[in-house]
């Protein structure tokens, strides 16, 4: 599937129709150049990207990595007093606690974070939620057969042993949504989980591609837009919401204080949070902040779900006691 190609009439259209910015489109003009670090699906970002430069002449790079990685470099940079990032984009909301801890990002009253929830946003204005993304189970059709799992103490059953996975990075990608799961379940789930003997694998995309080639069945606390696009391209997988609750993260979005383009930044800022490249998101499938956007196609409302929202503030206050327990019950690095 191809997302907002940018030679679509309707999206150009409103591209035009984009009038709230609180940028000086001159002097962003004049900068002619944006630098994003961001956690998104590449297939995303570069969707949103094309559009944007082809309305405004304006050069868009980016560094992709895991949040963690986003963070990190980040700060590093800013310790090294070279901060290159213009705009950042992670799907963890403590990263941007961390940041702010550092004064590091720009209080910004976008026009466009006004179809934004009051909870969604940073109070200051340093940062606003621009997407959610529902951690799910998905499984191989064609190995679980009639009998998929119904949710997650299911897939502590016996007939799961040695073949589940799940993602998370080495340095702690991943950990969140095991937090909101346990806090939700107990950690006994967890530890269940962990001596099924399941796989480790260090991404949401490297999870669905195993699940697809049937070397593991199922997979516990998958990315919502990974399963997704897996399903529509006619991939032998399917995916749940489980009833009994789904753990979300927010993803965010920020400007830096010391970025090298400012206008371009906020001009790039308020394009990523205006409804058409919100809507680019959306087709990739993920679901966005904005309360005037309709879900993924195929995709229940968020009113529908039973969203297990973490304590942000805990997951960054308390982040080593965290990883260590994760450490001490499945294994392997995960990070400081």
Known sequence: MRLGAPTRRSLIGALAAMAATGANLARAKAEAAVSLYTSLDTK??????????????????????????????????????????????????????????????????SPQTRAVAANLRDPDGTWVADRLTQAVIQWNTQRVGSTPPRGWKDLADARFNGKLAFFSSPNGDGAPRLYTLATAFGWDLLQAYAASHPLRLVSPQVMTTILESGERTSGFLQNDNIAWRSKRQGKPTDYMFPAEGVPTELGAVAVLKDAPHPDAAKLFYDWWMGEPAQKILVDGGKYSSRADLAPPIGNPPLASLKLIIPDNVKLFTERADIIDRMTKIFGGEWGG
Do not use: N
């Open 44 to 109: 995303i970002v570069d969707a949103i990207i094309q559009p944007f430069q082809q309305q405004y002449g304006i050069k868009v790079t980016y560094y992709r990595g895991g949040s963690a990685d986003v963070t990190s470099r980040i700060l590093a940079e800013a310790d090294a007093g070279q901060v290159r990032a213009d705009v950042a984009d992670a799907s963890d909301v403590g990263a941007f606690l961390a940041m702010k801890q550092r004064k590091l990002l720009l209080p910004y009253d």
